[in-house]
């Protein structure tokens, strides 16, 4: 009996540390890449010139999008590590580029001080962090998904954008906090370094969780001390590959323009008061943290199709309603942010689920980081950016069609798709 317990009490401590050690990182994964888009505005005019406000923010939301470019690199880089050395490894070796990158940011000169060099210096910080950030998503959704049991694997991998988002949240409470209590001159001067500086000390901590985690049993019986031919691999599964960017093109734009840069957005744009906007981004958030498992759960009993189909269409039919009636208002921002994150929360919860049951073990993560990453920084990546652009050059309107539209092209991917709701994660793969 002591022994059974004793056994017991290993395998729930070993749960925790798998659960605990992938949701903080990649809660400070998320933290370090999205608060760059949060303190935008104040940090803009450190790095480019300060004579022309609206050109430094263009120039830093290009740096953002800039920062996707490593973020295929990273895919590659850190599956090939995930899919050869295991999860574990890779997961480790991303969240310390992930803090360095913070650190880097948190301690560089100012454009005053050094000239463009500071663009320099703040561009290949955001490589650095794209690179880590590359690897690290798609390393934690195999993970999590290895690890969790197949009949619950739904609610499983609603924790990485639980985790993700909290890592949003904070960032956002930093900054309504900060706007709070300094002032205006204050966060342009300093305020803003303090995010990224926690977010390196943060990192260390997270360093720490990782190395006393256990790699999943599934990658130990499939794969091994084994070194599995990937480019063949990824051939064979390539049709699963497509489907991997059409699953991520539409929700990746709707994703970061809703739960990313919608605050700034709002800031900048229609005039709202910047510290209620940073609130109304909580409660949006907010409501995608708690929602997000639900939407998990339900899909362990009605399958991944009939949630991504939903959840996909829903948005693309009431995307620009919410995005009209948001005017100048921080109270409509707030609800129309939550609305529709209550929306993408259906999808959201369950493609780390989805893309891990589309391949077999010894590819998983390559095949996943590649496209994925790729596709997010085409389309994600390039989404604050091409809403500030247009919606200062143009109407609008016209981004917001561009959303819809791969929306629906995702929405057209899903019927493709088998489902896979239960499938075991072994050698065959459920996407081919």
């Known amino acids: 009996m002591?022994?059974?317990?004793?056994a017991r009490t290993g395998a729930v401590r070993g749960r925790f540390r798998a659960v605990f050690g992938a949701g903080a990182g990649n809660a400070l994964e998320w933290y370090d890449w999205n608060v760059y888009a949060v303190f935008t505005t104040y940090f803009a005019p450190q790095f480019f010139n300060s004579a022309d406000?609206?050109?430094?923010?263009l120039s830093t939301l290009a740096v953002f999008a800039v920062g996707f470019v490593a973020r295929p690199f990273g895919g590659f880089l850190f599956g090939l590590l995930s899919d050869r050395r295991g999860r574990k490894f890779a997961m480790t070796l991303s969240i310390g580029l992930a803090a360095l990158?913070?650190?880097?940011?948190?301690?560089?000169p100012s454009y005053a001080r050094v000239g463009a060099l500071a663009s320099v210096i703040l561009l290949l910080a955001r490589l650095i962090q794209g690179l880590a950030h590359g690897g690290e998503l798609p390393s934690a959704q195999t993970y999590v998904a290895e690890y969790a049991p197949a009949q619950r694997r739904g609610l499983w991998s609603s924790l990485i954008y639980v985790s993700g988002t909290l890592g949003n949240l904070l960032g956002t409470v930093l900054a309504a906090i900060l706007a709070a209590t300094?002032?205006?001159?204050?966060?342009?001067?300093?305020?803003?370094?303090?995010?990224?500086?926690?977010?390196g000390?943060?990192?260390?901590?997270v360093l720490f969780m990782r190395l006393r985690m256990t790699e999943t049993a599934t990658f130990t019986s499939d794969v091994g001390?084994?070194?599995?031919?990937?480019w063949p691999l990824l051939v064979a599964n390539r049709a699963a590959v497509v489907k991997v960017i059409g699953l991520t093109a539409g929700f990746t734009v709707v994703y970061y323009v809703w739960s990313v840069?919608?605050?700034a957005h709002a800031i900048s744009a229609r005039g709202v008061d910047e510290r209620s906007a940073f609130w109304a981004?909580?409660?949006g958030n907010g409501v995608f943290v708690l929602t997000l498992p639900l939407w998990g759960k339900l899909s362990d009993r009605v399958g991944r199709k009939p949630m991504l189909l939903t959840g996909l269409l829903a948005t693309a039919a009431l995307v620009f309603p919410l995005d009209a009636i948001i005017g100048h208002s921080a109270v409509l921002l707030g609800v129309s942010m939550s609305l529709a994150m209550l929306l993408i929360g259906m999808y959201a919860s369950i493609l780390p689920a989805v893309y891990a049951e589309l391949f077999p073990t010894k590819v998983r993560t390559v095949a996943v980081g590649i496209p994925y990453s790729i596709t997010v920084a085409a389309f994600g990546g390039t989404a604050p950016y091409l809403q500030e652009l247009i919606g200062t050059k143009l109407d609008p309107a016209w981004f917001t069609g561009y959303t819809v539209l791969l929306l629906l092209i995702s929405a057209a991917v899903v019927l493709r798709l088998p489902e896979t709701r239960g499938a075991r994660l072994d050698e065959s793969g459920s996407g081919s």
């Open 261 to 263: 840069s919608q605050t």
């Open 2 to 6: 002591i022994d059974t317990d004793t």
């Open 53 to 57: 406000r609206v050109s430094a923010l």
């Open 101 to 108: 990158g913070s650190l880097v940011i948190g301690f560089a």
């Open 281 to 283: 981004g909580v409660v």
């Open 225 to 230: 001390s084994t070194k599995p031919r990937m």
């Open 201 to 205: 000390v943060f990192g260390l901590y």
């Open 182 to 199: 300094l002032s205006d001159t204050q966060m342009g001067e300093f305020g803003w370094r303090i995010p990224f500086l926690l977010g």
